[in-house]
């Protein structure tokens, strides 16, 4: 134990066996987070909900659905040698993935640190395109050629994914979306506000690029489109809403030679997209489901929170950060809580994008007037709930904050609707 300091010295003796383990593995960003946090008095407490391996993954992966989980679809075979090789290779690779994340999860519930879990990157793995002995598309075959992966962020079976796929006996080919007449079909990227819009750019025009894939943007109609960013800004900055509607089709592809490689580009191809896109990306596909659940920007602030009477009852806030550890334990309430409570709307409030008006007005409603004063004494940290309700004249109030500390498990949406009914 001579690496560790006294404070990890005094906190290993009241670890269990299995967290003691992970102690050698800790980055020094998790370290100073257990420095600055992590306690004697608190560690029992934060030992008592990080859960079995089991139930973290449980929370990790919780999306189902298509021809990932359909037994139908696992039964298929190999085309060929190639597709075989990779199939292989991609299973084994998903399963390092899978106990990353996991222990990435643990590791940061641990030392209460924050961070981009890098092992979240697919949620299952599936033949790409169902064929015949002979290669050919069919729908009944028995073979499949080139692998899919499912992405984070799908609502059932409305999926983003990524296609590795064999062009020749060596090379292969990384591309989003599923397998569509020899190319891939993209995914779509919601676009209803100048910050994805931004986000968008930059994947497209720099990020994407310098990791080696071609990408283009089309419209719903499939017109290919190129977005100014210095337009949209301009935009943004006057209150004018540009007219790109609220989603647009990301195309992006690479080939590679080998496997290994292949697979490699397929991770950091997820990587790229979901470090910027990932927590937003599932909150928009659960709205795009279930039609109750939203994304709160500065550019349409007002339609949520107006100062003029609305039509509606309560309005419930769920405050987020796209890396944050106690978000990714949340993610999957945020689904099931809109699914069983049609008649109540959230809006998802992203920290790391925009939000003067959230900050001015809510912060500032929380606060007694002074947004200031309540980031002094704010008992919890993200993500916490907080509920506005309609007032006799039909504006819509601040009525409620509910929250958990930083060494505490995060702010069931589950355990509290009965208690928040009484606002809707």
Not at 82 to 111: G, I, M, N, Y
Not at 248 to 267: H, M, P, Q
Not at 342 to 353: C, D, G, R, Y
Request: hydrophobic share 35%.
């Amino acid at each position: 134990m001579e690496d560790f300091t006294p404070h990890e010295i005094a906190l290993m003796e009241k670890m269990t066996p299995e967290h003691k383990a992970l102690m050698e593995k800790l980055s020094p960003q998790e370290r100073k987070s257990m420095a600055d946090n992590v306690k004697l008095e608190n560690i029992d407490l934060i030992q008592s909900w990080i859960g079995t391996d089991q139930e973290i993954e449980d929370l990790l992966f919780w999306d189902k659905g298509g021809k990932f989980d359909d037994p139908e679809w696992q039964r298929l075979k190999p085309l060929d040698g190639p597709t075989a090789a990779l199939f292989e290779e991609a299973k084994e690779h998903f399963a390092q993935l899978k106990a990353k994340a996991v222990e990435s999860q643990r590791r940061s519930d641990l030392t209460l640190y924050s961070q981009f879990n890098d092992g979240l990157l697919f949620t299952g793995l599936a033949g790409a395109v169902r064929c015949s002995s002979s290669g050919k598309r069919d729908d009944q075959g028995d073979y499949f050629r080139g692998i899919e992966w499912r992405c984070i962020g799908s609502v059932e079976e409305d999926i983003n994914s990524v296609t590795v796929y064999p062009v020749s006996s060596t090379e292969y080919e990384v591309h989003f979306g599923n397998r569509m007449n020899g190319e891939g079909s993209g995914i779509l990227v919601n676009t209803a506000d100048s910050y994805s819009l931004l986000q968008l750019v930059q994947l497209s025009e720099k990020v994407l690029p310098q990791q080696g894939f071609a990408t283009r943007v089309t419209n719903e109609k499939g017109e290919a489109l190129t977005l100014d960013a210095r337009a949209i800004r301009k935009a943004a900055g006057e209150g004018e809403r540009l007219s790109y509607g609220n989603e647009l089709r990301l195309f992006a592809s690479a080939r590679v030679v080998g496997v290994k490689k292949a697979l490699e580009l397929g991770d950091r191809l997820s990587f790229r997209f979901y470090e910027r896109y990932g927590l937003e990306t599932e909150g928009y596909k659960i709205g795009r489901k279930y039609g109750n659940f939203f994304i709160l920007r500065d550019d349409n602030f007002e339609q949520f929170l107006p100062e003029a009477p609305v039509n509606e009852r309560g309005l419930i806030l769920l405050t987020a950060t796209l890396v944050c550890r106690r978000c990714r334990r949340e993610i999957k309430e945020f689904r099931d809580f809109a699914k069983a409570n049609p008649h109540m709307k959230s809006v998802l409030v992203n920290l790391a994008s925009p939000q003067s008006k959230f900050y001015e007005r809510v912060f500032g409603d929380m606060g007694g007037g002074d947004a200031n004063s309540f980031r002094k004494t704010a008992a919890g940290v993200t993500p916490f709930i907080i509920v506005y309700s309609a007032d006799e004249n039909g504006i819509l109030k601040y009525r409620e904050y509910i929250s958990t500390g930083k060494a505490e498990n995060t702010p069931s949406l589950i355990k509290n609707a009965p208690r928040l009914q009484a606002y809707f």
